[in-house]
T-cell receptor, first 115, second 116 residues
Framework: NAGVTQTPKFQVLKTGQSMTLQCAQD?????MYWYRQDPGMGLRLIYY???????DKGEVPNGYNVSRLNKREFSLRLESAAPSQTSVYFC??????????????FGAGTRLSVL | EDQVTQSPEALRLQEGESSSLNCSYT??????LFWYRQDPGKGPEFLFT???AGEEKEKERLKATLTKKESFLHITAPKPEDSATYLC?????????????????FGQGTILTVHP
């Protein structure tokens, strides 16, 4: 049981390049999330998907797009990368109540540098 | 808007020296408060969830408690392997939305270092 798997683990981009971060979960969870983590800022929600076929914006969606490909997979795309998008990106999926209410499980992260 | 503040930002302990980490929060109706552990280069790992004031949870040397304004993570006789960043997060009813999407608001974390 792999849990939440993110690829790639590391990526370096030049300003203006595009890329897609991949996330897959094997826990049959309905809800999935993308966060970014920056020093001193905590984890901030970029986009989420409450179920297959639906996506919604979180706190910091500008510059990103997402696709919920199926129940297992939720991808994050940077269309034109900017240095401000240098960060560590985490994907998570959520256990839905009951009995384990709202617990989110995280992947290992993708470390992205935009030069 | 939900807010979470963790203190201290960093804490250094000697092995066996017990202490507590604080998580202060403001939320319009608490659905849950979550503690995670994060090791360098890894994703957050779930530790505890607390749902109502007065609730307590324990796991090995860790004990989490909850009041209406804050949560404490008590570490008893810590070992070097307890060194990590500890994250606190809340989910409020204001974040639930029509689909209860489970948005978490995180604090900045406390970096714990336990020296042998």
């Amino acid at each position: 049981n792999a849990g939440v798997t993110q690829t790639p683990k590391f990526q370096v981009l030049k300003t203006g390049q595009s890329m897609t971060l991949q996330c897959a979960q094997d826990m049959n969870h309905n809800s999935m999330y993308w966060y970014r983590q920056d020093p001193g800022m905590g984890l901030r929600l970029i986009y989420y998907s409450a179920s297959e076929g639906t996506t919604d914006k979180g706190e910091v969606p500008n510059g990103y797009n997402v696709s919920r490909l199926n129940k297992r997979e939720f991808s994050l795309r940077l269309e034109s990368a900017a240095p401000s998008q240098t960060s560590v990106y985490f994907c998570a999926s959520r256990v839905e109540p009951p009995p384990a209410k709202n617990i989110q499980y995280f992947g290992a992260g993708t470390r992205l540098s935009v030069l | 808007e939900d807010q979470v503040t963790q203190s201290p930002e960093a804490l250094r302990l000697q092995e066996g020296e017990s202490s507590s980490l604080n998580c202060s929060y403001t939320v319009s109706g608490l659905r849950g408060l979550f503690w995670y552990r994060q090791d360098p280069g890894k994703g957050p790992e779930f530790l505890f969830t607390l749902y109502s004031a007065g609730e307590e949870k324990e796991k090995e040397r860790l004990k989490a408690t909850l009041t209406k304004k804050e949560s404490f993570l008590h570490i008893t006789a810590p070992k070097p392997e307890d060194s990590a960043t500890y994250l606190c997060a809340v989910q409020g009813y204001s974040n639930a939305g029509g689909t209860s999407y489970g948005k978490l608001t995180f604090g900045q974390g406390t970096i714990l270092t336990v020296h042998p």
